[in-house]
């Protein structure tokens, strides 16, 4: 479970959140919604401590984040705007089993974890390729693999399909129903719903740092347009 009580993130003068409650239960797929500058990807960069809040608190799975950062970026893994930022290694292989090697595990349980993690996004088999020569829709679902390969509680996506064509945005959903089938929780950024939608329990919108709408896509559907958030169709 993640919990955000009463936080305050602040760059210069300007509250980027700002007194913001939230709560997220494991196995819960959350849509977070919004116009540029709502302060969607300032809140989910503290859930694993890439931030630190100005005011109040987050805790993942009852550990206060700031005071067990191996603790939270075990439980959270995410997935940034632009995936190839976080691509550390020359191969498939070797980018899949980056996060792994960190947390000390002995090479079987790495070796594992790659192939299930590359399975699970359909880059199997692909482990000795090159990263430079993969597509803008291979890219993110290396980063996704990447991710799943830490096994966390919670996958975060932010804007998961910027810059993609229709062929890879129907691939990268794709791996996301077969995630969300499976159990993972799932936190996706995003200020379109259209390919998402089908997908969530929730969306929570977010508008000036606060929570706007919090409530089931069809019960919140008509308010979405008011937020500059394209409803689903």
């Known amino acids: 479970m993640i919990r955000v009580a ?3 993130h602040r760059y210069g003068d300007t509250a980027a959140v700002d007194g913001l409650d939230l709560t997220i239960d494991n196995g ?9 500058g709502s302060g969607k990807t300032t809140l989910v960069r503290h859930f ?25 970026r075990t439980a959270v893994s995410m997935v940034f705007q632009r995936p190839e930022d976080q691509l550390v290694a020359a ?6 089993a980056f ?6 595990l002995d090479r079987d349980e790495i070796d594992r974890r790659v192939h299930d993690a590359l399975a699970a996004v359909n880059l199997d088999g692909r482990e000795k390729e090159r990263v430079d020569a993969l597509s803008g829709g291979e890219i993110e679902r290396l980063a996704i693999a990447g991710a799943l390969a830490m096994q966390p509680d919670h ?3 932010d804007e998961p399909f910027t810059g993609l ?24 950024v995003t200020h379109d719903l259209r390919d998402v939608s089908e997908l969530a329990d929730r969306v929570v919108v977010l508008s000036d740092g606060q929570v706007a709408l919090d409530g089931a896509p069809e019960a919140v559907a008509d308010d979405l347009p008011d937020l500059d958030v394209r409803p689903p169709c």
């Not at 229709?166 to 929780?185: F, K, Y």
């Open 6 to 8: 009463d936080l305050v």
């Open 91 to 96: 191969t498939i292989g070797a980018d899949v």
């Open 165 to 188: 064509d229709e062929p890879a945005r129907q691939s990268v959903l794709s791996r996301l129903r077969d995630l969300r089938a499976s159990g993972t929780s799932l936190i996706v």
């Open 155 to 157: 996958l975060v996506l």
């Open 48 to 72: 694993n401590g890439l931030l630190e809040p100005d005011e109040g608190t987050v805790h993942v799975n009852d550990s206060d984040v700031s005071e067990n950062l191996v603790a939270a």
């Open 99 to 104: 996060g792994p090697e960190n947390l000390g």
């Open 28 to 36: 819960e797929c959350v849509i977070l919604a919004g116009a540029n």
